[in-house]
């Protein structure tokens, strides 16, 4: 979805059919949840800077990670990488700011919701958020795991995540983000009780802008 979108895109800042060169190297996703469940986030971090290093020697000028809990390593990685880094939750927030949102609801993964990628971001731009409750934050990461990322959309699982988007309205919240790379394959603005902000999306949207503008 991210490199989709910067293709596509791409054309109103280049004309027809163009898009900035782009190289992507992504490591077995294995990899990743294997230090995810583990807490290792020094693995994690060990694992974006192989990618940023071989995508450095490729000619990338600046790098993004369109996956949100990865984030998590993003202070061990940011000092030590050869190239500058796009940072999701800013990216996200920034939006957020230029649509005067003041409290944001967090989808993602059990790491992503519980963890520390989003509240510094937020709070930094003085927006509030809330998360699921603890049940729902969990039967949101197994759906992520065993359905989404498998390719698996049901539509007992789009009206679930409906449901627990109205929660969040109910909590105050005046947007939602989508932090997860998957949901929003699922979810469309049609489904939800409130204003989507599909991180993929936003992130592959700097992007482009920083690609082409500087």
């Avoid at 979108?5 to 077995?28: D, K, N, R, V, Y």
């Avoid at 290792?40 to 800077?49: C, I, K, Q, T, Y």
């Avoid at 679930?160 to 929003?184: N, W």
């Amino acid at each position: 979805m991210c490199y989709r979108t910067i293709c596509q895109e791409g054309a109103e800042f280049l004309g027809p059919h163009g898009h900035p060169e782009i190289s992507m190297h992504g490591h077995s996703f294995a990899d990743y949840v294997k230090c995810i469940e583990a807490n290792d986030w020094v693995g994690v971090a060990e694992l974006m800077l192989s990618s940023a290093e071989k995508l450095a020697k490729a000619g990338a000028d600046f790098l993004i990670a369109p996956v949100n809990t990865v984030h998590q390593a993003f202070d061990l990685v940011e000092h030590r990488s050869p190239r500058p880094w796009l940072h999701i939750a800013v990216e996200v927030a920034n939006e957020a700011g230029r649509r005067g949102y003041k409290r944001l609801g967090i989808l993602g993964t059990r790491a992503l919701m519980g963890g520390p990628v989003y509240p510094g971001k937020l709070n930094a731009a003085g927006i509030e958020y809330r998360i699921p409750g603890a049940e729902q934050r969990e039967r949101i990461h197994r759906i992520i795991f065993d359905e989404l990322v498998n390719g698996v959309f049901e539509e007992r699982t789009r009206d679930y995540l409906t449901e627990v988007i109205r929660g969040l309205k109910d909590e105050g919240c005046d947007a939602v983000v989508l932090g997860c790379t998957e949901i929003p394959l699922l979810m469309t603005q049609e489904q939800s009780a409130l204003p989507m902000l599909d991180s993929t999306r936003l992130l592959a949207r700097a992007a482009l802008r920083k690609a082409v503008e500087g």
